[in-house]
């Protein structure tokens, strides 16, 4: 990805983020982040990356609700990014931070299991002793 590609992306993904908080309306939104926004190598398009935290069922209510407010917001972007031509927008779910999330749960688990059976193995090991 080109530089330039890459400085679109990441003021994109700023007004984005304001726009959408501030402008767009729609109920169907739920609790939802813009993780990344990959930009094509003539800015013609751009993918933008949601993650939306919520049920299978609030997550597409929000890309719906993002889908259709699609061309609002491309009309918010024109005065903001004072380019000839705004990108195609095409919102995408990501699902690496509820992956992240899930992944920390099981190591937490994991590290509660462990020190369980240290303490289960130091009681054992105290009782024999005194045995």
């Known amino acids: 990805m080109s530089r330039r590609s890459l400085q679109v992306g990441e003021l994109l993904r700023e007004e984005l983020t304001d726009i959408i908080r ?9 609790f939802w982040s813009i993780v990344r ?3 094509s190598p003539d800015i013609r398009t751009a993918r933008v990356y949601i993650s939306v935290l919520g049920t299978d069922e609030e997550r ?6 993002l ?13 903001r990014l004072r380019m000839r031509h705004i990108p195609e927008l095409e919102f995408v779910e990501d699902r690496s931070m509820e992956h992240a999330d899930q992944i920390g749960r099981a190591l937490r688990q994991l590290q509660d299991e ?3 059976t240290v303490e289960i193995a130091d009681a054992t090991d105290q009782r024999e002793e005194r045995s």
């Open 67 to 79: 889908d259709s407010a699609n061309g609002f917001i491309r009309h918010h972007l024109k005065p």
């Open 37 to 39: 926004v990959e930009v």
């Open 114 to 116: 462990r020190r369980t």
């Open 22 to 30: 501030r402008e767009v309306n729609d109920p169907r939104l739920g």
């Open 60 to 65: 597409r209510n929000t890309l719906e609700a």
